[in-house]
């Protein structure tokens, strides 16, 4: 009877063993094919930045001449331009107010929303 339940016990394992490889070799296969697509990723992302590369040091003179027509723009409005801190154009803010400024009125769905 001991030898009976040892080799049914051995059985198990062996089972449990396979089992566990099998699941092993699906797994390395998945991270082999999203390691490609990583690569893919990487190789597209390197091209874009090469292919953007000599926008870099033209933005600088692009976004000067943006804020001298935003300033005369104000101007010719009557308002002072605002002084911003060079950083990218922001929308509605946390506590939902529209990025036009308090002295724009908003009517209920004027953008779409």
Do not use: C
Request: aromatic share 2%.
């Amino acid at each position: 009877m001991n030898t009976v339940l040892i080799i049914l016990t051995l059985v198990e394992v062996l089972l449990l063993v396979l089992v566990l490889a099998g699941y092993l070799i699906v797994i390395a296969a998945t991270l082999r094919d999203v390691s490609k697509t990583l690569g893919l990723v990487t190789f597209g992302v390197r091209a874009i930045d090469k292919q953007t590369e000599p926008i870099g040091p033209r933005l600088h003179d692009i976004n000067q001449a943006l804020e001298q027509a935003a300033g005369a723009l104000e101007q010719a409005v009557g308002k002072e331009a605002p002084s911003h801190g060079g950083g990218p154009a922001r929308g509605p803010d946390a506590s939902g107010s529209d990025a036009r400024g308090p002295d724009v009125p908003v009517r209920p769905g004027a953008d779409g929303v």
